[in-house]
């Protein structure tokens, strides 16, 4: 065990996630999740030694108050002098940054010069380093960006097919997301083959409630499916993903909808949701379907579709493809919709091992393609806090 721990937090415009990691051996010893910050029934609950309690914040409902209980909560456990350094994560670093950085005032005024481009983000973000900043002094801040990952994209895999000067006046582009998560997956999945990741061309699926797909080649992050926002690309848990933009016009003509009701609409009420009127959790549509649920049937059909129509486009980016790797809540426990997609790519001589397939749920990688499958189909859960952690002792200087 290692006596320095990373404080890894996550701060949403009224909430934050926060957890300690020993970096050596990847062990959360505490976690928290503050939640309602603006509001006179804020809180926070911690868990420590797989004991929850919650702490009223009502004297100080904001971030200084939420990082304030944590500090409190790390002294009364004796952590708070095995502390180091303090990792962010941050969604959007724009085109400012392709790795991961020390925070100083420069980088406080890039993270706020990225504000258009994850309006609701980054100023929360900026709230939580400035409240760990104050609350921990002298230690080390590191931002870990969303998009860092993606920066490697050719200028024609992250350019829009719309007047140029939309990008040269706004930065308007492809920038992706989870980029935290496919880094630490491409090099977990790299080790887990026993290969060098510069000799992978792997197109990586992270499927959470966002969902999204990467292609890496030489270690290298080629094209994904997220763009300026995480609305594009796959079917999501609320999000439609991919659409023709003419549905906007199409919508305010004939429901009278305005700009605002149909991004929410699009980002909230469409994806598993929308298409089985049921749920935005996989899980239950699953056990709906099962029950025969034409609605929750027809959903994880077309996330599956969809999903494996952007897997052979994006072997065009990877040029080619040597593994298939899935990860997030679905990727890693859903054996139903790997089935699916493995289903749907047959053509490319991939095949299904259904033992395997079921076998690689909950936490356990596994090879789930048949033996002799030209094609590796591969299950590696990703641990993006754990990448924070290990960023955030690295730019430490631990
Ligand atoms: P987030 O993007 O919020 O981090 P997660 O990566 O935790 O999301 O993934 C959440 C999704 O994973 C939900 O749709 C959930 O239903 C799905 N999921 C979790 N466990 C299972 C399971 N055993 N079978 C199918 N889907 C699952």
């Given at each position: ?8 937090l996550?701060c ?76 962010h994560?941050v ?12 925070i100083?005032?420069?980088?406080i005024?890039?993270i ?13 973000h900026l709230l939580g380093i400035r409240a760990a900043m ?7 801040n590191?931002a ?255």
């Amino acid at each position: 065990m290692s006596n320095k721990l990373i404080l890894v937090l996550n701060c949403g415009s009224s909430s934050m996630k926060g957890a300690v990691l020993d970096n050596d051996t990847g062990e959360v010893l505490l976690s928290c999740l503050g939640d309602k910050l603006i509001l006179p029934d804020a809180f926070i609950t911690f868990k420590i030694n797989g004991e929850k309690h919650t702490v009223d914040l009502k004297d100080k409902p904001n971030h200084t108050g939420a990082v304030e209980a944590l500090l409190h909560e790390l002294e009364a456990h004796g952590l708070r002098d095995r502390i180091a350094a303090i990792g962010h994560r941050v969604v959007s670093g724009g085109e400012l940054y392709s790795e991961s950085v020390l925070i100083d005032n420069d980088v406080i005024a890039g993270i706020e010069k990225c504000i258009t481009l994850a309006p609701l983000h980054n100023p929360a973000h900026l709230l939580g380093i400035r409240a760990a900043m104050k609350v921990f002094g002298s230690l080390p801040n590191v931002a870990v960006f969303d998009t860092a990952f993606h920066q490697t994209m050719p200028e024609h895999a992250y350019t829009y097919a719309i007047p140029r000067e939309l990008y040269r006046k706004y930065g308007l582009r492809r920038y992706g997301a989870h980029g935290t998560s496919y880094r630490f997956v491409a090099d977990e999945t790299a080790r887990f083959l026993g290969k060098d990741k510069k000799d992978l061309r792997m197109v990586i699926a992270h499927l959470g409630n966002g969902a999204s797909i990467a292609a890496v080649a030489n270690g290298q992050c080629q094209d994904t499916s997220m763009g300026l926002t995480p609305l594009e690309g796959l079917v999501m848990g609320t999000r439609s993903g991919d659409i023709d933009p003419s549905v906007f016009s199409f919508l305010a003509q004939n429901a009278n909808m305005n700009i605002t009701q149909i991004t929410d609409l699009l980002n909230k009420k469409s994806g598993l949701l929308g298409i089985s009127e049921l749920s935005n959790d996989c899980r239950t549509i699953e056990e709906e379907a099962a029950k025969g649920h034409e609605g929750a049937k027809l959903a994880l059909e077309i996330f599956a579709y969809r999903l494996a129509k952007y897997v052979a486009s994006m072997s065009v980016a990877s040029g080619g493809i040597d593994a298939l790797v899935f990860t997030g809540g679905i990727g890693e426990n859903s054996n139903l919709i790997r089935s699916k997609v493995m289903g749907y790519l047959g053509f490319l001589g991939l095949k299904e091992d259904a033992k395997a397939n079921e076998a690689a749920r909950f936490g356990n990688a596994g090879i789930i393609s048949a033996e002799g499958s030209p094609v590796c189909a591969v299950v590696i859960p990703t641990n993006e806090e754990l990448m924070i952690a290990h960023d955030t002792a690295r730019l430490s200087g631990l």
